[in-house]
């Protein structure tokens, strides 16, 4: 019998990581989703040249905290919906307002 609760534990009694990403909010047009955009820098296979590619995430927040332009962290979890599992950690910089130079 205590093999069978052994085998029950979650994730995180088993000592994995849970994901976490930081990127910038795109997109908070949708209740409670905000859009994060995540940036790398990968080396092209043959020529070396380091190149940027990204990827679109959409995020949970409960509170509608974040603006576009917000630096956040996201982190990995259960199906939220069709196209959300992730799910906003922390506000890490909020967007600042336009400097206008003159």
Avoid at 9 to 32: P, Y
Avoid at 49 to 76: M, W
Wanted: hydrophobic fraction near 35%; glycine fraction near 6%; charged fraction near 30%.
């Amino acid at each position: 019998m205590s093999e069978t609760s052994e085998t029950n534990n979650t994730a995180a009694e088993q000592g994995k990581r849970q994901r976490v990403l930081a990127g910038k909010v795109v997109s908070n047009a949708m209740d409670k989703t905000i859009v994060v955009l995540i940036e790398r820098r990968t080396q092209h296979a043959l020529y070396g040249k380091y190149i940027r590619r990204s990827t679109r995430l959409k995020a949970h927040d409960p509170e509608n905290i974040c603006q576009v332009g917000d630096f956040v962290e996201i982190a990995e979890g259960r199906p939220v919906s069709r196209r959300k599992a992730w799910s906003l950690r922390r506000v890490v910089e909020k967007a600042g307002e336009f400097d206008t130079a003159g």
